[in-house]
């Protein structure tokens, strides 16, 4: 039977293959870890940015939150080593499995560190992080579902064992082991994650030098150009503190943009092209993917063929021929919304279905969505058949709903005249049965004498006892219930 964990130990690798690690795209938005060096005392990471949802075409708000055990703290950079070189080391597999036996002394050797008692317990105090470090996050992409989803929680790790050999040898030995836990192993299964070149994300010194990498790594995928707003980018992404000011964000991001330069990560810049004022207190930053970035291609992320995560958007450009790059970079323009450009789409497709000549779509796509291209009276977008489709519904519940209040409030008015009815007549009978026959007679006679002439001829063959119409019966007690309620009312 199929299983997640191993049934045996298996063969252990010899080397860890550190050009083939993973990095899960969600969390490559934030940094995993916190920027101090020593984070014993730091239990909570707070992370909040807006993105427009490639979905609904509408902004929203993205918050996440790292939370640790207070005994061992939150994760740090060098904790991050060791969880993106375990990840790295259980893909290696022949099957990914979410228990993955290993021997500290040779991760320790794989991470380029000595062999010492201190590095020992660095591994140690890691993992015990790992396992007690869960992420809530509000706008996470669910590439299975293609959806974004608030309040999700993941853990990282979900049980260890760290084997302490000293002293041991042979069958005495054992072998440490780790376990992922469902959620972080199905989110490393999926389809939403990227390689990344773990040989130059441990030669990086600076915890935001290393988080940057993995952050721009995911925007180079789509172009080779990146602009973020500087605030946004450094407070927001990159995780420094809220109460910088911009020129402070400037100097903290410096020292880590030098090392992605030194490396030719990214484009050499000096501050006047890093850095580009639009306003009084507001900049950009602006980064060019260097020619040592080189963006690792497998299954789950192909530059030349859309992926399964691509945006819906994306994918509806490339069917018609647009280009992929081209495409992604569209789609990340905020000048663009969705709609317009699927407005466009739709203007293409009604086009061709109308018989209209068009030796190039995706060159007419680009120049009707460039241009903003006024569509002919006729045409009617999905967006415009929807909204007057959803107009129309509207009314009717509009309309449906005066006629439920219209009709409830003649129920209402007639089951309270009913009741009304049901009181007077109740009370009328109560005070019939109280007069003696003599009373009751001269009642009658009263009731006859005031009603009008038709009425007591109408009522005579009831008095009579002859064979009546029935309905002299019925002008009879009206007769006498009208009299009664003038006594008693």
């Not at 007690?477 to 003038?486: G, P």
Request: charged content about 30%; hydrophobic content about 35%.
């Amino acid at each position: 039977m199929e299983t997640d964990e191993p049934t045996t130990v298996p063969t252990l690798p010899d080397s860890i293959k550190l050009t083939n690690g993973r990095d899960e795209m969600n969390l490559a938005e934030f940094p995993l870890f916190a920027l101090q060096r020593r984070a014993n005392d730091v239990t909570e990471l707070k992370y909040e940015t807006t993105f427009r949802d490639k979905i609904t075409g509408k902004r929203r708000v993205r918050r996440v939150t790292f939370q640790g055990n207070p005994e061992y703290g939150l994760p740090t950079a060098e904790d991050a080593d060791i969880l993106f070189a375990l990840t790295a080391y259980a893909k290696q597999f022949p099957e990914f499995k979410r228990k993955n036996y290993f021997d500290v002394p040779f991760l320790i050797e794989e991470l380029g560190w000595t062999k010492s008692g201190s590095n020992y317990q660095r591994v140690r105090l890691a993992i015990q992080r790992w396992d007690h470090t869960s992420v809530v996050y509000d706008g996470w992409w669910d590439a299975v579902q293609r959806k974004y989803l608030d309040d999700v929680t993941l853990w990282f790790f979900d049980g260890h064992y760290i084997a302490d050999n000293r002293g041991k040898t042979g069958d005495a030995r054992t072998h440490s082991w780790f376990r992922f836990s469902d959620d972080f192993y199905t989110a490393l299964s999926g389809d939403y994650i990227r390689k990344i070149d773990l040989e130059i994300f441990f030669k990086l010194k600076t915890p935001i030098a290393k988080h940057m990498y993995r952050f721009l790594g995911k925007r180079f995928y789509h172009a080779d150009h990146q602009t973020f707003d500087l605030e946004k980018f450094g407070k927001g992404h990159m995780g420094l503190s809220g109460e910088y000011p911009v020129s402070h964000l400037k100097r903290k991001l410096k020292r880590s943009i030098g090392e992605l330069e030194a490396l030719n990560l990214i484009a050499t810049a000096n501050d006047a092209d890093r850095f580009i004022k639009r306003g009084k207190g507001q900049y950009e930053i602006v980064f060019d993917r260097g020619r040592d970035y080189v963006l690792p291609k497998d299954a789950n992320q192909d530059s030349q063929q859309p992926g399964l995560f691509e945006p819906p958007i994306v994918m509806r450009l490339t069917e018609h021929g647009y280009d992929l790059a081209a495409a992604r970079k569209l789609s990340e323009d905020d000048n663009f919304s969705d709609e317009m450009i699927e407005e466009k789409i739709e203007l293409l497709e009604w086009s061709l279905s109308q018989g209209k000549d068009i030796a190039d779509p995706a060159s007419w796509l680009c120049k009707a969505i460039m241009q903003d291209y006024t569509p002919p009276k006729q045409f009617k977008s999905k967006a415009a058949r929807d909204a007057e489709a959803k107009r129309i519904a509207a009314k009717q519940k509009q309309l449906a709903a005066q006629r439920a209040k219209i009709e409830a409030a003649a129920k209402k008015k007639a089951e309270q005249e009913a009741a009304e009815k049901a009181s007077q007549n109740a009370r009328i009978d109560a005070y019939l049965a109280s007069l003696s026959a003599g009373e009751r007679e001269r009642l009658e006679d009263e009731a006859l004498a005031g009603a009008g002439s038709f009425a007591r001829k109408r009522v005579g063959p009831y008095l009579r006892n002859e064979d009546p119409d029935p309905a002299a019966k019925v002008w009879y007690d009206s007769i006498i219930h009208n009299h009664v309620i003038s006594i008693i009312e």
